[in-house]
């Protein structure tokens, strides 16, 4: 049922751009992606390192003038991401304390909504910055405990991903009507994505999801 949706909206997206003329105002793109994502945790004893994610989408840009543009989007892609805290083991005599380690996986697509703010043309080179919004949904997550006890819970994430983004990047010119893009976004989520319930060693800290992201792709 998934693909089937997604697969409908990447036809509609399709659609709408090869319905209508071509023009500077308006560039369709599409770009695969790499990220790196870690939880930033206040308490020294619990760990949040980044792992690598992946992911693809589409992009939609609309220009107000050579310069200024909004952007929107669909994004699908993989959050992975590690976190270690000391709990008590009741399962052992003792209670002893021991290091846990969850493996998060936490796949998602999302609507990104930027302005981005051109250069200007620098021989084939347009650089940019990118500021905005992104609001996301979870699809699957998959999540790993190192001991791998069954009272753990693997419901950990909040089904919804909210951040703020900002970024840098370039269009490079291929062909009057086709450009090369990379970009480089950071995303800060700003609402906490682990859930305090799931996760209890976590109820002091905002449990909040940042990521870098690398896009490259293509713009028509």
């Known amino acids: 049922m998934y ?3 997604i697969r409908n909206v990447i036809l509609f997206i399709v659609l709408i751009f090869s319905c209508s003329v071509r023009a500077q105002d308006y560039r369709l793109g599409v770009y695969g992606s790499t990220n790196v ?8 004893l619990l760990r949040g390192p980044g792992r690598v994610g992946w992911g693809f989408g589409f ?3 609309r ?16 959050l992975n991401h590690h976190i270690t805290f000391p709990t008590y083991d009741s399962l052992m005599v003792g209670n002893p304390l021991i290091n846990v380690r969850v493996k998060n996986r936490f ?6 909504i930027a302005y981005r703010m051109f250069w200007g043309q620098v021989g084939y080179y347009n650089p940019f910055v990118t500021f905005g919004l992104n609001l996301g949904f979870r699809r699957r997550q ?8 069954e009272h753990f819970n693997r ?21 009057p ?9 950071f995303n800060r989520s700003l609402l906490n994505n682990i859930k305090e319930t799931a996760v209890p060693e976590l109820k002091d800290e905002q449990p909040r999801f940042s990521f870098l992201t690398l896009r490259v792709g293509l713009l028509f």
């Open 142 to 149: 998959q999540v790993e405990y190192e001991p791998n006890y």
């Open 177 to 185: 009507n086709t450009d090369f893009f990379l970009e480089m976004l």
């Open 63 to 78: 220009f107000l003038n050579p310069k200024n543009a909004f952007s929107v989007g669909l994004d699908i892609a993989t």
């Open 3 to 5: 693909s089937s949706k």
């Open 37 to 44: 994502t870690w939880v930033p945790l206040e308490n020294e």
């Open 107 to 112: 796949d998602y697509f999302s609507f990104p």
């Open 59 to 61: 992009v939609f840009n």
């Open 155 to 175: 419901n950990i994430n909040n089904a919804l991903l909210f951040n703020f983004m900002f970024g840098v990047g370039t269009n490079y010119e291929l062909a």
